[in-house]
């Protein structure tokens, strides 16, 4: 009873924190759709807060008293609050007109923040960025960011695009020659939960959720939507207003999320470049240790545009996190190199159980799809020799690979006690069957990994090894396949009965716990290793 009662109490607290927000993106002109489109919104839901961003008025005509008039008579018909973002020079039109538009349409123009009565922490910038006033506009954000940084962002709204949103991803646009790196600024500096803003070609597109830390990082932030929405009533029938619900005390999980777009090397590059504008405005592959993108990578094509990429893969290069050379490699994981130095074992960042492993190659390789001919069988050697270690201590393994285009591949290694062996391919299945659209292959001899990667196209993929001697490749063609797919089965309540392992930030360590994880099981593998030896 008691349960209920808690449970309906949550129920009620999430009602009251829950809010819906209407964002429409350039009116031109077709206020009179833009508002119907609020009053049909607020008929649906409650608490609903409305934003308007980009060009409000056409530039076919003139802004007119009789035009002004029109709004305000459309505006009275308004059953909730409009917040209409101008830019200064729309502003202007409107001059002591701009309070005067009806009693629930509210003009705000320049960066600023408000919070609305129902909780909603917005950051706006109603100002066009682009060659002619970047030092202008970089100036104006600098000022502000001060003061914007600190405050907490539920929604940024910006009429200009930023310069590398679609970094780690598939940029649905091509080149955003209209995009602007200051704005990126802005973006990285407030970690908006949901980013909007116009979009010139009129296209409505959607962004993978980006995560706002690092992925190894402890501290954990929301993660961004990125939005981007047509004009209002375009002939294409292309998404010009988004309505959408928010928790203000919770945020929904996400299981895909890429990177941060914003990379340190983005505006590396964008200073180096000193007024470059192809070299600062689109770099989309840096940075990508982990790259969780939807398409396979072109990189290394050799088209002009990846010629312009080469200097961002060697940064990448640089940054890796699994290579030996690099700062960025947490060495102290480390608990094994190969003879011939080709691969390394280190501990799972973020393992489920202490025994978790990592097989890693010493150089960069994107998937063991495309390893070398000649390294195959050093791999299959630490495989066996990994088997054969944790088997001597009545587990078996698991060994699985998530490819997304990442510079650098691992393959995960979880070892599972016999008796729970027996339930790691229902979990599997289980786990498999959930996500919609997907198809799992069990690859058979004489089939590989290799041939079967190929047959498919040589996409992204995900796949398996079991203790039974089955393989399984799920071709990753959808966007919606969990980071997390690997640990969710392992952790059923079938098999590792850890549910809540399955986010690796659950699991953190701290590097004291870590060392001495690692000291146990090095000096049992180096032990185990001189007795495999001799046999």
């Not at 320049?110 to 060659?131: A, D, M, P, R």
């Not at 970094?167 to 939960?193: E, H, I, M, W, Y």
């Not at 796949?463 to 063609?477: D, N, R, T, Y």
Request: proline share 4%; hydrophobic share 35%.
């Amino acid at each position: 009873m008691n349960s209920e009662l808690a449970k309906d109490q949550n129920e009620s607290k999430d009602e009251e924190n829950q809010v819906f927000v209407l964002v429409i993106c350039n009116v031109i002109g077709e206020f009179r759709k833009a508002f119907t489109k609020v009053i049909k919104a607020h008929e649906k839901v409650a608490n609903l807060d409305v934003f308007v961003i980009g060009d409000f008025f056409s530039q076919r005509f003139p802004v007119t008293a009789a035009l002004i008039d029109a709004v305000v008579s459309e505006g009275n018909k308004l059953p909730c609050p409009v917040n209409l973002l101008l830019s200064k020079k729309e502003a202007e039109y409107l001059g002591e007109n701009k309070d005067q538009l009806g009693d629930n349409i509210h003009v705000s123009s320049g960066i600023n923040w408000l919070k609305t009565i129902s909780g909603v922490s917005v950051i706006y910038w109603t100002e066009s960025v682009n060659k002619e006033n970047e030092s202008e506009m970089t100036a104006v954000l600098n000022d502000a960011l001060t003061r914007l940084a600190a405050s907490k962002c539920d929604l940024l709204l910006t009429a200009s695009f930023p310069t590398g949103v679609f970094n780690f991803t598939q940029d649905p646009f091509g080149s955003a020659a209209s995009s602007s790196l200051v704005v990126s600024k802005l973006a990285k500096a407030v970690c908006p939960r949901y980013h909007f803003c116009p979009n010139q070609k009129g296209i409505y597109h959607q962004r993978h959720p980006y995560r706002n830390d690092t992925i190894l990082s402890h501290k954990r932030t929301n993660h961004t939507r990125f939005i981007t929405l047509s004009d209002v009533g375009n002939r294409s029938s292309q998404k010009w207003a988004y309505l959408f619900g928010m928790n203000l005390k919770k945020v929904e999980r996400c299981d895909i999320q890429t990177e941060c777009p914003y990379t340190v090397s983005l505006f590396k590059e964008a200073a180096v470049a000193s007024g470059d504008r192809n070299g600062s405005g689109s770099s989309d592959h840096t940075n990508a240790s982990f790259r969780w993108t939807s398409s396979n990578d072109d990189s290394c094509q050799d088209s002009p545009q990846n010629k312009r990429r080469r200097p961002n893969i060697q940064q990448r290069e640089r940054e890796c996190w699994f290579c030996l050379k690099t700062e960025a490699c947490e060495k102290h994981l480390i608990v094994y190199v190969n003879d011939s130095s080709t691969f390394y074992v280190a501990l799972a960042k973020g393992a489920i159980h202490p025994e978790h492993v990592l097989i890693v190659p010493v150089d960069h390789h994107k998937s063991a799809a495309t390893l070398p001919d000649d390294l195959d069988e050093d791999l299959d050697t630490l495989k066996t020799q990994l088997y054969k270690f944790f088997e001597k201590k009545g587990k078996n393994c698991v060994i699985f690979e998530r490819s997304y285009s990442q510079m650098h591949f691992v393959l995960q290694v979880v070892p599972v006690r016999k008796e729970a062996s027996k339930s790691l391919l229902s979990a599997f299945h289980t786990h498999a069957n959930e996500i919609k659209a997907i198809a799992v292959e069990l690859i058979e001899a004489p089939e590989t990994l290799k041939t079967t990667w190929v047959n498919n196209h040589r996409c992204n993929y995900f796949h398996a090894e079991f203790p039974s001697g089955e393989e399984f490749f799920i071709p990753l063609h959808i966007p919606n396949f969990p980071i997390n797919f690997g640990r969710q089965f392992l952790c059923d309540a079938r098999v590792l009965n850890c549910p809540q392992a399955a986010d690796w930030r659950n699991c953190i360590m701290t590097k004291d716990e870590e060392e001495a994880n690692r000291d146990t099981l090095k000096s049992a593998f180096a032990a185990f290793l001189d007795e495999y030896n001799v046999d």
